[in-house]
């Protein structure tokens, strides 16, 4: 009798009652699909939050001002307000060789008008043609203004996606002058889509020299935010250590603990949020673990009564001479073909599931959770058809054979 | 049919003695006050190529005994020889072995395996014996040859006569070519037309040199056998040869 006749007489064995066998396969299923789907959707999550931090730039570290009160103890001397002082120093390839680029930035909504056409810019950037490509953009149409037109304060503007949508329509918005606060500025460039689906719209935004912003717009006064680009994604906290020493020399900040600036790195935020995301998987793959577990205890009752059921068959099969270890066999073949069953199935449930967008998240299938959930419901099926076979096997032959 | 085409695997030699040799068995169940004495003492030998028919009425310890010469339950006292084999030493795989390669058995519920083929029912010993699927199909046909059912062989149980079924169940005993087979009231369902083919087989067999033990309370099926015995109360009291 070797393992291939068992494994047919197993399969009669399932074939002979097949709603009882799809009843249970459906258990199954529905707990491997159920682990794989939501480790999917946790996983899908992780990375469109990872997507959403690194469209915004790994590499890059941003230095905001400090809040109010907190600062002037640290840095009682003088004001925490960033400058355009600061950038010539964090350029200085010696003391900062892993700073690749320095923007200054000064941003705020405003209101354009082209043609009668009215849009408010979410983000009108004044800045260095360098913040375009540390800040993920890239220019579709046209070009980026240049250092020149930093130099000579001339009023030009990228614009983006949305913007160029919303005031120029059809219209090739190149060398079109369109109307902020009053100033004029002439289109030079258009940005690609930048993808992101964020709660605000990164394509709404046009972007501007600094100085022609300063000038026309916000007047002198202090800076945004500067954008610090390090020579690699590797480098940032070398980059930030340098950012950091600078600062503090310039600003004259002494105390280790300061408040004077802030410096946000997109690659500590992005750590954070995988973590986070990380958490919400394993929640998640616990949940459907608990349903496959419900799975396989479904598997143990079904045995049972297949076991109940077919007493005196197997003491028909002992008599006729099967010894104790191919009724074993048989009866944990059984289980475990339909444990597989259920799991090869939900495997498939759970691919045709992860096509669709689920609760505004498109799942991404990790191959491991594929192979955990796969071998865990054969697992399930062996640890769990165990008992009734063994049950089934213990029984002897006179007493199945008067079964009733 | 001939003897030979049914002969069992060349590893099973076999003694010259008695197929049959039980000495002095008893079987109590219970303990106590709700003691059973179901045989009290049975001595019997059987010789190769006998027909046995034992007969009692109902508790008379025949459904025991025979479960116990068919090695499917185990006497209190006493000695079992089968075959030359003293089965009362053997463990749960070595009788399960003995079971399959020397006893055939024919129940009266005819106990065949629902929604299976017959063929593949009367195949069923010769998986468990680990023979090949060629070889085991050849045996089978032949087997269900025999009994007279060979264009059945697709049939399952519930496709079958009554008759037909234990003409199944008979191909299914001696298609391992045992040393025994048991017969437990083989003929207790059926209607007058089918146990006349039923024992028409055996008869058959009993003339091909098979040794049977048939276990009946019907006076008619046992007057074919070659030997009579009679239980009363756990004991032999009546062994007399027919023929």
């Known amino acids: 009798m070797n393992i291939f006749e068992t494994i047919r007489f197993a399969l009669r064995a399932i074939t002979a009652n097949k709603l009882r066998s799809s009843l249970t396969v459906l258990g199954i299923l529905i707990g491997v699909a159920a682990v794989i789907l939501l480790v999917a959707v946790g996983n899908g999550s992780a990375q469109q939050v990872q997507q959403q931090i690194e469209s915004l730039g790994t590499n890059t570290l941003t230095v905001t001002a400090g809040g109010g009160g907190g600062a002037r103890s640290a840095a009682a001397t003088t004001s925490t307000a960033l400058t355009m002082d600061l950038v010539p120093a964090l350029e200085d390839k010696a003391e900062a060789p892993h700073v690749r680029s320095v923007s200054p930035v000064v941003t705020g909504s405003q209101s354009a008008t082209y043609e009668g056409t009215d849009h408010t810019i979410a983000q009108f950037v004044g800045t260095y043609p360098g913040w375009v490509a540390a800040s993920n953009f890239k220019v579709d149409k046209g070009a980026l203004f240049t250092d020149e037109d930093v130099a000579g304060s001339r009023k030009v503007v990228v614009i983006g996606k949305t913007v160029a949508e919303e005031l120029f329509g059809t219209v090739d918005p190149l060398s079109k002058q369109i109307t902020v606060a009053g100033k004029l500025f002439t289109v030079v460039g258009v940005l690609a889509d930048k993808g992101g689906t964020g709660f605000s719209d990164p394509n709404d935004v046009a972007v501007a020299p600094v100085t022609a912003v300063q000038e026309s717009l916000t007047g002198y006064g202090s800076l945004n935010q500067i954008l610090v680009e390090a020579t690699a994604p590797g480098d940032v906290s070398d980059a930030q250590g340098e950012v950091t020493a600078i600062l503090n020399a310039k600003l004259n900040i002494t105390g280790s603990s300061t408040t004077a600036y802030r410096i946000q790195n997109a690659s500590q935020l992005l750590e954070t949020r995988a973590n986070t995301a990380e958490t919400f998987t394993l929640l998640l793959g616990a949940v459907a673990g608990i ?106 032959p006179i007493e199945a054979l008067r079964y009733e | 049919m001939r003897a030979a085409d049914l002969s069992a695997p060349a590893s099973l030699s076999r003694s010259a003695g008695p197929v049959l040799d039980v000495q002095r068995i008893k079987k109590i169940y219970g303990q106590g006050e709700t003691e059973v004495q179901a045989l009290r003492g049975v001595s019997l030998t059987v010789e190769r190529g006998d027909y046995v028919a034992i007969m009692g009425s109902s508790g008379s310890g025949k459904s025991t005994l025979m479960n116990i010469l068919g090695c499917l339950d185990i006497p209190t006292t006493g000695r079992y020889l089968l075959d030359g084999v003293d089965v009362s030493r053997l463990n749960d795989r070595q009788l399960a072995l003995v079971r399959n390669r020397r006893i055939g058995f024919v129940f009266q519920a005819f106990n065949l395996i629902a929604r299976t083929s017959a063929l593949a029912n009367v195949e069923l010993p010769l998986a468990y014996a680990g023979v090949k699927s060629a070889e085991r199909r050849r045996r089978a046909n032949l087997a269900l040859a025999m009994v007279g059912l060979a264009e059945r062989a697709d049939h399952e149980p519930n496709q079958l006569s009554g008759g037909q079924q234990q003409r199944v169940a008979v191909a ?20 007058t037309q089918s146990t006349n083919d039923v024992l028409a087989v055996f008869d058959r067999l009993s003339a091909s040199g098979r040794t049977i033990v048939l276990i009946t309370h019907e006076p008619d099926v046992a007057e074919r056998a070659k030997r009579l015995i009679r239980l009363v109360d756990g004991r032999i009291v009546q062994d007399e040869r027919l023929k």
């Open chain 1, 291 to 396: 349903s496959l577990l419900v799975g396989g205890i479904g598997i143990t009752n079904i045995m049972m009564v297949t076991v109940t059921e077919r007493t005196r068959e197997i003491g028909i099969r002992k008599a006729l001479g099967a010894p104790k270890r191919t009724i074993l066999t048989q009866f944990l073949v059984e289980a475990t073909v339909l444990s597989l069953i259920g799991g090869l199935l939900g495997v498939a449930a759970a691919v045709i599931g992860s096509r669709f967008t689920i609760v505004s998240i498109k799942p991404v299938i990790v191959p491991s959770s594929v192979v955990l959930a796969l071998g865990f419901s054969v697992a399930i099926g062996l640890f769990f058809g165990s008992y009734p076979a063994s049950r089934a096997a213990g029984l002897r």
């Open chain 2, 172 to 191: 299914r005993a001696l298609v391992t070519a045992p040393a025994l087979v048991l017969a437990d009231e083989p003929t207790g369902n059926l209607d």
